[in-house]
């Protein structure tokens, strides 16, 4: 007997009336848990990178792909931080002395660290 291309290539496939249809099926991976920053990355790749989506889809890599993205942002949002509270002089020691001003300092710190973030590694 003849091996059509899909036996040749390893695929099964099922007859669906005068067609052959192969039966194809996503590779399984192991599933992480993926925070705030590997979200924001799966939406960016779903509305803009759809190409790219699909590909690490069909691959079995999306999620892998996704946690890594999540970690690497987190680092740098963490590093970034740190740097900016030390450029800017705030230290555990005015907490008390001016609790809101600092509040504000450092939420204007994340908001600044966050859009870096997204610039370097989430949107591109």
């Known amino acids: 007997m003849i091996k059509t291309i899909f036996e040749e290539l390893g695929i099964k496939y099922d007859w669906q009336g005068d067609c052959l249809i192969p039966c194809l099926t996503v ?3 192991e599933e992480q848990s993926i925070g705030t920053w590997g979200q ?3 939406d960016y790749l779903k509305q803009y990178r759809k ?3 699909t590909n690490l889809l069909t691959s079995g890599k999306l999620n892998t ?3 890594d993205i999540d970690r690497q942002a987190q680092e740098r949002f963490e590093r970034l931080i740190e740097d900016m509270k030390q ?3 705030i230290t555990e020691r005015p907490k008390e ?3 809101l001003e600092r509040t504000g300092r450092l939420n204007s710190i994340r908001a600044c660290a966050r859009e870096i973030v997204n610039e370097e590694i989430i949107y591109t």
């Open 27 to 29: 590779p399984t991976e």
């Open 40 to 42: 924001r990355d799966l």
């Open 51 to 53: 190409v790219t989506y």
């Open 65 to 67: 792909y996704l946690v």
């Open 87 to 89: 450029a800017q002089g």
């Open 97 to 99: 002395e001016n609790a």
